[in-house]
């Protein structure tokens, strides 16, 4: 086995494979030695950006000594049988997400990983992004009062999702909530702490039946909601994504399935103007009213606030999201490559994130498929 660095073998060369290998291997001492996969033209691809010149099956490539890490980018259906090929050869393993499709599979892999002291994990970079952590301090500092609702609306295209795509085919993609919404149910547990989802809807697209649009509420500690959308009806071009996150005092916006900004709209005294703008450092401040004298008093939820302004913060906002993208998939195998060599690492992302996302993501699929289907009051 290699040590002198990561030798990265491939399972699966889509578009995102390749975008991710650019970036892992901008590591120091990380190199991509082998590519298992058909001679389709995104493999090719793949091989001539790599200078690859053999493309192997599966099992030549997990039989090779300089292989120490298997990077799994195939649909969700391959990453378990493949996981646990790659674990019983003795590699570690970071897969796309999800982790798998059940909670059983995930169990087994998890299971042989600690059995033989290898990682396995799923390709949650999320946590990894500065915005996490800032709006982590902010619900932590209590700096616009208490955390009371959120929201995650995912308009999503379906333009490269042709009808005979995997995408659509819940036995090779686990559904929407498993396939994509994992992301975010990491997201928000690591703001707010574990969740469970209360209940899940879905709509079938009529012509077709496939599923294209799910929602569910998920409710956290001290009773926040928090309600995620899931729909993929959209044009390439209208692809879009969005965060809010209510408080006493105000609510903070962000856009971008990988945000890189905020925007911040409340109602503030001069030390909690301070505290924001310390945390959110280089943001541009619009005040918007001034208060004094009798009218800085104001109320909600039966508590008495003073406040000085009412303001918004623009920050990030400007910042590319592609770069911000790449900059996390680097962190997150920088972390998981800090692990492999010294097991007393703390890892930002584990086994358990997968798991755990994958749970409440197959809880709402559960809820859903158990929810009424909406009925036209006239059918033709």
Same mark, same amino acid.
């Given at each position: 086995?290699?040590?002198?660095?990561?030798?990265?073998?491939?399972?699966?060369?889509?578009?995102?494979?390749?975008?991710?290998? #650019?970036?892992?291997?901008?590591?120091?001492?990380?190199?991509?030695?082998?590519?298992?996969?058909?001679?389709?033209?995104?493999?090719?691809?793949?091989?001539?950006?790599?200078?690859? @010149?053999?493309?192997?099956?599966?099992?030549?490539? /997990?039989?090779?000594?300089?292989?120490?890490?298997?990077?799994?980018?195939?649909?969700?259906?391959?990453?378990?049988?493949?996981?646990?090929?790659?674990?019983?050869?003795?590699?570690?393993?970071?897969?796309?997400?999800?982790?798998?499709?059940?909670?059983?599979?995930?169990?087994?892999?998890?299971?042989?990983?600690?059995?033989?002291?290898? /990682?396995?994990?799923?390709?949650?970079?999320?946590?990894?992004?500065? %915005?996490?952590?800032?709006?982590?301090?902010?619900?932590?500092?209590?700096? /616009?009062?208490?955390?009371?609702?959120?929201?995650?609306?995912?308009?999503? @295209?379906?333009?490269?999702?042709?009808?005979?795509?995997?995408? $659509?085919?819940?036995?090779?993609?686990?559904?929407?909530?498993?396939?994509?919404?994992?992301?975010?149910?990491?997201?928000?547990?690591? $703001?707010?702490?574990?969740?469970?989802?209360?209940?899940?809807?879905?709509?079938?697209?009529?012509?077709?039946?496939?599923?294209?649009?799910?929602?569910?509420?998920?409710?956290?500690?001290?009773?926040?909601?928090?309600?995620?959308?899931?729909?993929?009806?959209?044009?390439?071009?209208?692809?879009? #994504?969005?965060?809010?996150?209510?408080?006493?005092?105000?609510?903070?916006?962000?856009?971008? $399935?990988?945000?890189?900004?905020?925007?911040?709209?409340?109602?503030?005294?001069?030390?909690?103007?301070?505290?924001?703008?310390? /945390?959110?450092?280089?943001?541009?401040?619009?005040?918007?009213?001034?208060? @004094?004298?009798?009218?800085?008093?104001?109320?909600?939820?039966?508590?008495? @606030?003073?406040?000085?302004?009412?303001?918004?913060?623009?920050?990030?906002?400007?910042?590319?999201?592609?770069?911000?993208?790449?900059?996390?998939?680097?962190? %997150?195998?920088?972390?998981?490559?800090? $692990?492999?060599?010294?097991?007393?690492?703390?890892?930002?992302?584990?086994?358990?994130?997968?798991?755990?996302?994958?749970?409440?993501?197959?809880?709402?699929?559960?809820?859903?498929?158990?929810?009424?289907?909406?009925?036209?009051?006239?059918?033709?």
């Amino acid at each position: 086995m290699r040590t002198d660095g990561i030798g990265i073998g491939a399972l699966g060369a889509g578009g995102f494979g390749l975008f991710a290998l #650019q970036h892992f291997t901008q590591l120091p001492g990380v190199e991509l030695v082998a590519l298992a996969e058909t001679h389709r033209e995104a493999a090719l691809t793949m091989a001539r950006r790599f200078n690859i @010149s053999q493309l192997h099956n599966a099992d030549a490539l /997990l039989a090779r000594d300089d292989i120490n890490l298997v990077y799994i980018a195939t649909p969700p259906f391959l990453h378990h049988p493949q996981a646990m090929q790659a674990l019983r050869a003795g590699k570690h393993v970071i897969c796309e997400k999800p982790l798998a499709l059940s909670l059983q599979q995930a169990d087994e892999m998890i299971a042989l990983a600690q059995e033989k002291h290898l /990682l396995v994990v799923a390709n949650l970079m999320q946590r990894y992004n500065p %915005m996490f952590d800032s709006i982590r301090k902010l619900i932590e500092s209590r700096l /616009l009062g208490e955390f009371l609702h959120g929201y995650f609306e995912n308009y999503a @295209s379906d333009e490269g999702l042709g009808p005979e795509h995997w995408f $659509w085919d819940r036995a090779k993609s686990g559904g929407i909530f498993v396939e994509h919404g994992v992301h975010f149910f990491d997201l928000f547990e690591g $703001w707010l702490g574990p969740g469970r989802v209360v209940a899940a809807q879905r709509t079938l697209r009529p012509e077709s039946r496939i599923e294209e649009q799910v929602s569910c509420t998920v409710r956290y500690r001290d009773g926040i909601l928090v309600n995620f959308y899931h729909g993929f009806t959209q044009a390439a071009r209208l692809d879009r #994504q969005a965060f809010g996150l209510l408080f006493e005092r105000g609510d903070v916006r962000l856009e971008g $399935w990988v945000p890189t900004g905020a925007r911040i709209s409340a109602i503030v005294n001069e030390e909690q103007t301070r505290g924001l703008m310390e /945390l959110f450092p280089g943001g541009r401040l619009d005040v918007l009213n001034v208060y @004094s004298g009798s009218s800085r008093a104001v109320c909600a939820r039966h508590k008495a @606030s003073d406040v000085c302004q009412k303001i918004e913060i623009n920050y990030g906002l400007e910042d590319d999201k592609m770069r911000r993208y790449g900059e996390l998939l680097r962190s %997150m195998l920088r972390d998981q490559i800090q $692990w492999i060599f010294d097991h007393n690492h703390h890892r930002i992302i584990t086994h358990e994130n997968g798991r755990n996302s994958l749970a409440g993501a197959a809880e709402a699929q559960r809820l859903a498929d158990d929810s009424p289907q909406m009925k036209p009051d006239h059918p033709n």
